[in-house]
Each structure stands twice: as C-alpha cells, then as structure tokens.
C-alpha cells in the first residue's frame, strides 16, 4: 500500500505498484452517470419548407447481424413520408456491385452503413453524374458531397469518440481502477478504430494502472463464427485479463456460451459499445456487463430526413451536430430485458413523432 498521507490530504496513488488513480475513478464515475437517462431527444430541429415529391430510397442492408435494425427505421420512416424503398442485400467488404445495382434501380437516394468511400468510390461517381445522393452512417468519412457525393456521416468518429471513453470508464468505475481488458475489435471498419483508440486513450488518462491488449477479427471470421475460440484462446493465455470489451453488438455471439464450457466465464466481465438484442439478454442472465447504446433505427431515420430536406432542396445545416449520435447505458437486468422485449433497439423514445412533426405528416 502508498505510504498514509496526513489526514488533510487525498491518498496518494502509485500506478506503478498497481495503486488506484481516486481522481481518475471520481472522473469515470461521474462520466458513466450521465449516460443513465433514456429520455434524450433527436438531434435535428428544423422543420422540412414543405412537402416532398414521392422518390425511391435504396437501402444496401450489409450482413451483420446489426444492420437490420436500422432496415427498420429506414422502413418507418419512408412510409411515413409515403417513398418508395428498395432493400438491397449488400457486403461490407465489397459494397461497390450493391451500389451499383441502386443505380441501376433508378433510385434517387442510396443509404449505407459503416462501408469506407473508397470501396464504392467509382459508384459514387457513377451516382453524382445521375443526380443520384448517397447517404451514410457509422464510417469516419466526413461529408463532403461536392467532391464525394456523400451527404451525411452520423454515427462517426464524433459518436465513438463519445461511447468508447464512456465504456472504458465504466470499466474503470466497475473494476474500481483494476482493470486489465482485452478489446476486440475489426479494424477493417475505420470507426472502430476510431472508437478503441478513444477508448484506450481514455482508460490511460483516467487508470493509468489499467491494461488494455488488442485483438482484432476480420469480418470474415465474424461471419464464420470464429470470435468466441478467438477470444477464449486469448483469456486462456492471460489469466491476468479480467474484463472483455466489444467494440459493437453484434461480436460476442457465443462467446459467454464458449467461456462457460472452458471455465473461463468467472475470470472476466464481458461489456460493449452498440448492443443487440442478445447482448441485452445476457445482461438480463448476468453473463454480460454492461452495453451502451447506438440508436441503429434512429440513424436510419436521421439518413431519410437528409434525403427529405436534399429533395426539397434544403441545406443540412443541422448534420454535424447530429452525427453524435444520442446513447444510453444499460447495466440493470431489468432495464435490459424491457429493452429486449422491444425488440433490442434503443431509440430516442418520441423519435417517430418527433421526425413526423419536422416533416409535416
């Protein structure tokens, strides 16, 4: 233990010797409280100057488990204003034929999730020279239409460099300044890294004692379903590591379920960034943590409203602002399987109302 320091003054910490940072930890505790409130309101606040004219809205719906989620704000909110939509399978690693294929479609506005510019760069062009507008979420690239003909970026660096301090101080908060995490993560996708950099960069400054060691998955394993033997290969070479972070929702599937059978499952806490609905119920079992959320219904509607304002000709004077996207931590059972049972998404509770409203329908 630190030397006693007279009773005037706070203990002193000795990170070297494993000490607990008590600034640090009061900062982290303070932080991870104001994540506790549900009722957050949508980030946009101008009214659309009219009605828009029915257009076709092309969807490229990647195939991790997340992305249907947003399918489904992007579905409520085009009926809401009476559009066309057209959902079209795509590939993250490869989106460039699915973007093509919206071209081909005639849309008039082509939305995606999480894919880098220069895997469609050509597409894009193809779109712009057809007046076709491209909306995006969850990537780094920040918008510039006139040379890239990408119009919005929510969910970017902005969002994760928000959500990746608040679950390394929860961590921090939870372990009481011991914690030692792996981060797993895919580096293929920028706002990850985006988002563990941020993360590890705030569990230095706040726990300058607390360890942080990477491993990174390719989607093709994701895909394959080969995280879990990953991460318990990891666990088991390190009995040192005592919690595991996820940078989105969709990773630890099966991982619990493949710790518990390698009794590793009591040696570290699982939590995350971006909950589905299975992170949320084991939350409600007690194999998980804790999960902070990334409103994904919410980003599809905040993708629709940039093409209702583009088509009436509108500036997006509210899109930076926006693009931090609203979050909300969960760590109570309850709380996780009220959300579960709704079917695993948390949003803004009065989103659709208040998106009709702006739009006048």
């Known amino acids: 233990p630190a030397t006693e320091a007279p009773a005037t003054e706070a203990p002193a910490t000795d990170a070297a010797a494993g000490g607990v940072d008590a600034a640090g930890l009061a900062a982290a505790e303070k932080i991870v409280a104001q994540y506790g409130d549900p009722n957050q309101p949508i980030g946009v606040t101008i009214p659309l100057t009219g009605k828009p004219e029915k257009k076709k809205f092309a969807w490229l719906e990647c195939e991790l488990e997340s992305c249907p989620y947003i399918t489904a704000g992007i579905k409520e909110a085009t009926a809401a204003l009476g559009w066309d939509l057209e959902v079209i399978s795509s590939k993250s690693a490869d989106p460039g034929p699915f973007f093509q294929q919206a071209i081909d479609a005639g849309a008039d506005f082509i939305a995606s999730s999480g894919e880098a510019l220069a895997l469609y760069k050509d597409q ?22 006139e040379e890239t003909n990408v119009y919005t970026q929510c969910g970017d660096a902005t969002f994760v460099q928000k959500t990746g301090p608040l679950m390394a101080n929860w961590a921090i908060a939870d372990s009481k300044g011991m914690a030692n995490v792996l981060v797993v993560s895919i580096s293929q996708f920028p706002v990850l890294v985006a988002e563990t950099d941020a993360f590890k960069a705030e ?13 990174d998955i390719t989607i093709d394993e994701l ?18 590591l005592n919690y595991v972070f996820f940078s989105f929702g969709s990773l630890p599937a099966g991982v619990t379920a493949a710790l ?3 009794g590793l499952l009591d040696q570290v806490t699982v939590f ?8 949320l119920d084991e939350i409600t079992a007690g194999t998980m943590g804790a999960w902070s959320a990334d409103p994904k219904a ?14 009436l000709g509108m500036e997006l004077t509210e899109e930076r602002a926006a693009a931090a996207l609203p979050t909300y931590l969960v760590t109570d059972p309850a709380v ?11 949003n803004p ?13």
């Open 124 to 145: 894009a062009d193809a779109a712009k020279a057809k007046g076709i507008k491209i909306l995006s979420c969850f990537d780094t690239e920040v918008p510039h239409p």
């Open 203 to 215: 569990l230095a400054k706040n726990c300058p004692s607390c360890k942080a060691t990477d491993l």
């Open 223 to 240: 895909v394959g379903g080969k995280v879990a033997d990953a991460v318990a290969s990891k666990i088991q070479a390190d009995k040192n």
């Open 260 to 262: 518990d059978s390698a």
């Open 272 to 279: 995350g960034q971006d909950f589905s609905k299975f992170d």
């Open 298 to 311: 919410y980003a599809g509607w905040l993708m629709v409203d940039a093409a209702a304002r583009l088509s």
């Open 336 to 346: 996780a399987k009220e959300i579960s049972d709704a079917g695993g998404d948390w």
């Open 349 to 361: 509770p009065t989103m659709a109302d208040d998106f009709k409203k702006l739009w006048g329908v």
